[in-house]
């Protein structure tokens, strides 16, 4: 539990529950926003004041939605935004680059018109979906299990010099899913082939992907293989991943 005293914002993320799911959008204070950065790539949130800094558990699973500009018209074939497209690019200025460098997947959904709710059903309901993700978070779990048999997962150690104490420490469980791997493991796990590897290469040159967005594409990818019920990441794995990235310019990154 976090400190009673800690800022509003810190206090909010520390007291996140493992594995819950938030919703932002472009609404919230530019600070606020900004202050998820560490957390979404560390599953930490550390708190520095003048004598002391501390290091908190906030590993969590974000949620956003935002509209194309602010009164929601832009993207609308229907309707026109009165002050497009300046008022979309305002709007969706206000999440930095390298906020949205840390959201894996983008999808555009357009608005649902009348005629649509007169649609039957999807072929796949929402349980079916579910029994496969269970399938594919099944596969990454004895994976990681095996990997951590032969010793090759590292729990994280205590350091109070970098305000991570011993009983906050246990909290960094070991990596149960892709989601939590990182660095040599991640590349032990996601080494795509050959055709992939081009793919994700070429695609880094020609989009500007940072080195994260690089690892990020790796995490996603081996994700989508685990759904396919490939043990390989192959060339389809790295593209489908590449779609979901939202395209950045160098000059967004560096905000
Ligand atoms: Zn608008």
Redesign the pocket.
């Known amino acids: 539990m976090a400190c009673k005293f800690l800022p509003s914002r810190e206090r909010d993320l520390c007291n996140m529950p493992p594995r819950c799911v938030s919703y932002i959008m472009p609404e919230f204070n530019r600070a606020t926003l900004e202050a998820l950065r560490q957390p979404l790539e560390s599953g930490r949130v550390t708190v520095a004041r003048a004598n002391a800094h501390v290091t908190y558990p906030a590993r969590f699973q974000l949620v956003a939605a935002m509209n194309?500009?602010?009164?929601?018209?832009?993207m609308d074939p229907n309707r026109a935004?009165?002050?497009?497209p300046r008022?979309?690019a305002d709007?969706q200025a206000k999440l930095s680059g390298p906020l949205l460098d840390r959201i894996d997947l983008t999808i555009d959904v357009p608005a649902v018109a009348a005629a649509d709710l007169a649609l039957p059903p999807p072929a796949e309901s929402s349980a079916d979906i579910a029994t496969r993700v269970a399938a594919a978070r099944t596969v990454q779990r004895e994976r990681l299990a095996e990997l951590d048999a032969k010793g090759k997962l590292t729990t994280v150690e205590a350091d109070p010099a970098a305000g991570l104490l011993a009983d906050r420490a246990r909290n960094w469980s070991k990596p149960r899913c892709n989601a939590d791997t990182d660095g040599a493991l991640l590349a032990a796990i996601a080494e795509p082939d050959a055709e992939g590897r081009a793919l994700l290469a070429r695609a880094a040159e020609r989009l500007g992907l940072s080195a994260r967005a690089w690892h990020r594409t790796l995490r996603v990818a081996r994700t989508l293989a685990d759904l396919d019920g490939s043990n390989a990441v192959r060339r389809l794995h790295i593209a489908e991943a590449l779609s979901y990235r939202r395209p950045q310019t160098r000059s967004m990154l560096a905000a």
Do not use: F, K
């Open positions: 194309p500009c602010r009164c929601g018209h832009l935004c009165a002050r497009g008022c979309g709007y």
